[in-house]
């Protein structure tokens, strides 16, 4: 019944942009905290960011100044702005519910529903 859904991957040129989405289904995004992840080939999951059900927004240092995430309840969907990417960005991208964005909110521990993934390839 739960479901993310992950869609605007796709190959970039560093210091490009894209915009990432995440439908969630069977539930009411309002309600939770959603949390962006990144796995790269050879490469242990780690957390890119979270933003809580009140719009606060939390960043990893790899990523702050560079990604933005938002959510628009109305859809059910929360976004993923990333500007300035360069080659260290690329992986598949994860969006995932958890109750709130926690002080270790990029552990992958405090998340409960995972999408699919859409892949990110930045590269010249």
């Known amino acids: 019944q739960v479901q993310l859904v992950e869609s605007g991957g796709g190959l970039v040129q560093p210091g490009g942009s894209l915009r990432l989405s995440c439908v969630i289904s069977g539930f009411r995004l309002a309600n939770y905290a959603i949390g962006w992840f990144r796995q790269a080939p050879g490469k242990e999951r780690e957390g890119v960011s979270c933003i809580s059900n009140d719009d606060s927004a939390y960043y990893v240092d790899a990523v702050k100044g560079r990604f933005t995430v938002s959510r628009d309840n109305a859809k059910n969907t929360v976004y993923l702005q990333m500007d300035a990417l360069i080659p260290e960005d690329t992986a598949v991208y994860y969006c995932?519910?958890?109750?709130?964005?926690?002080?270790?909110?990029?552990?992958?521990?405090?998340?409960?529903?995972w999408g699919q993934g859409t892949q990110v390839t930045v590269s010249s």
């Open positions: 995932a519910t958890s109750m709130i964005c926690a002080s270790a909110f990029y552990s992958t521990d405090y998340y409960a529903r």
